[in-house]
Nanobody, 114 residues
Framework: VQVAESGGGLVQPGGSLRLSCAAS????????MSWYRQAPGKAREWVAH????????RYADSVKGRFTISRDNARNTVYLQMNSLQPDDTAIYYC????????WGQGTQVTVSS
Protein backbone atom coordinates (compact mmCIF):
# COMPACT_ATOMS: atom_id res chain seq x y z
CA VAL A 1 0.00 0.00 0.00
CA GLN A 2 1.54 3.27 -1.11
CA VAL A 3 0.41 6.74 -2.01
CA ALA A 4 2.25 9.51 -3.83
CA GLU A 5 1.14 13.08 -3.22
CA SER A 6 1.92 15.79 -5.75
CA GLY A 7 0.78 19.17 -6.96
CA GLY A 8 2.03 21.41 -4.18
CA GLY A 9 3.93 24.62 -4.69
CA LEU A 10 4.18 28.29 -3.88
CA VAL A 11 1.02 30.32 -4.42
CA GLN A 12 -0.09 33.82 -3.50
CA PRO A 13 -2.95 34.39 -1.05
CA GLY A 14 -6.24 33.92 -2.84
CA GLY A 15 -4.74 31.49 -5.31
CA SER A 16 -5.57 27.88 -6.08
CA LEU A 17 -3.82 24.53 -6.28
CA ARG A 18 -4.95 21.01 -7.03
CA LEU A 19 -3.22 18.22 -5.15
CA SER A 20 -3.15 14.64 -6.39
CA CYS A 21 -2.84 11.41 -4.44
CA ALA A 22 -1.93 8.47 -6.65
CA ALA A 23 -2.55 5.13 -4.99
CA SER A 24 -0.60 1.95 -5.65
CA UNK A 25 -0.94 -1.50 -4.18
CA UNK A 26 -4.63 -1.02 -3.56
CA UNK A 27 -7.75 0.22 -5.31
CA UNK A 28 -8.46 3.61 -3.78
CA UNK A 29 -12.11 3.52 -4.85
CA UNK A 30 -12.67 0.63 -2.42
CA UNK A 31 -11.63 2.73 0.56
CA UNK A 32 -12.55 5.96 2.23
CA MET A 33 -9.68 8.37 1.68
CA SER A 34 -8.60 11.46 3.57
CA TRP A 35 -6.29 14.40 3.18
CA TYR A 36 -4.30 15.67 6.16
CA ARG A 37 -1.82 18.50 6.64
CA GLN A 38 0.97 19.43 8.99
CA ALA A 39 2.01 23.04 9.38
CA PRO A 40 5.45 23.96 10.75
CA GLY A 41 5.56 23.39 14.50
CA LYS A 42 2.04 21.98 14.62
CA ALA A 43 0.48 18.56 14.86
CA ARG A 44 -0.83 16.86 11.76
CA GLU A 45 -4.53 17.57 11.27
CA TRP A 46 -7.30 16.05 9.22
CA VAL A 47 -8.54 18.20 6.32
CA ALA A 48 -11.04 16.29 4.19
CA HIS A 49 -12.59 12.85 3.70
CA UNK A 50 -14.39 11.05 0.89
CA UNK A 51 -16.30 7.82 1.30
CA UNK A 52 -15.72 4.75 -0.80
CA UNK A 53 -19.27 4.17 -1.91
CA UNK A 54 -21.22 7.20 -3.04
CA UNK A 55 -18.41 9.65 -2.53
CA UNK A 56 -19.85 11.62 0.36
CA UNK A 57 -17.43 14.26 1.55
CA ARG A 58 -16.62 15.96 4.85
CA TYR A 59 -14.31 18.84 5.63
CA ALA A 60 -12.57 20.47 8.54
CA ASP A 61 -14.24 23.76 9.44
CA SER A 62 -11.07 25.64 8.52
CA VAL A 63 -11.31 24.60 4.85
CA LYS A 64 -15.04 24.14 4.35
CA GLY A 65 -16.27 26.04 1.32
CA ARG A 66 -12.75 26.48 -0.07
CA PHE A 67 -11.44 22.93 -0.55
CA THR A 68 -13.01 20.09 -2.51
CA ILE A 69 -12.00 16.44 -2.30
CA SER A 70 -12.78 14.17 -5.24
CA ARG A 71 -11.65 10.95 -6.82
CA ASP A 72 -10.98 9.58 -10.29
CA ASN A 73 -11.42 5.84 -9.98
CA ALA A 74 -10.07 5.14 -13.46
CA ARG A 75 -6.79 6.80 -12.44
CA ASN A 76 -6.82 5.37 -8.91
CA THR A 77 -6.28 8.93 -7.73
CA VAL A 78 -7.80 11.24 -5.15
CA TYR A 79 -7.64 15.00 -5.54
CA LEU A 80 -7.85 18.03 -3.30
CA GLN A 81 -8.85 21.24 -5.07
CA MET A 82 -7.84 24.17 -2.91
CA ASN A 83 -9.22 27.63 -3.64
CA SER A 84 -8.93 30.96 -1.84
CA LEU A 85 -5.71 29.82 -0.23
CA GLN A 86 -4.48 31.70 2.80
CA PRO A 87 -1.12 31.78 4.60
CA ASP A 88 -2.59 29.55 7.34
CA ASP A 89 -2.98 26.82 4.70
CA THR A 90 0.80 26.55 4.43
CA ALA A 91 1.67 22.97 5.32
CA ILE A 92 2.78 19.62 4.01
CA TYR A 93 -0.28 17.81 2.71
CA TYR A 94 -0.68 14.05 2.96
CA CYS A 95 -3.29 11.54 1.90
CA UNK A 96 -4.09 8.18 3.42
CA UNK A 97 -6.83 5.58 3.69
CA UNK A 98 -9.14 7.00 6.32
CA UNK A 99 -9.58 4.07 8.70
CA UNK A 100 -6.15 2.50 8.37
CA UNK A 101 -2.78 3.24 9.94
CA UNK A 102 -0.82 3.08 6.70
CA UNK A 103 2.63 4.61 6.61
CA TRP A 104 2.57 8.22 5.58
CA GLY A 105 3.74 9.18 2.13
CA GLN A 106 6.25 11.93 1.40
CA GLY A 107 3.55 14.55 1.25
CA THR A 108 3.54 17.64 -0.92
CA GLN A 109 4.51 21.09 0.30
CA VAL A 110 2.03 23.93 -0.07
CA THR A 111 3.28 27.42 0.67
CA VAL A 112 0.92 30.39 0.57
CA SER A 113 2.82 33.65 0.61
CA SER A 114 2.99 36.96 -1.16
Amino acid sequence: VQVAESGGGLVQPGGSLRLSCAASGFTSSSYAMSWYRQAPGKAREWVAHITSDIGDTRYADSVKGRFTISRDNARNTVYLQMNSLQPDDTAIYYCRRTYYTDSWGQGTQVTVSS
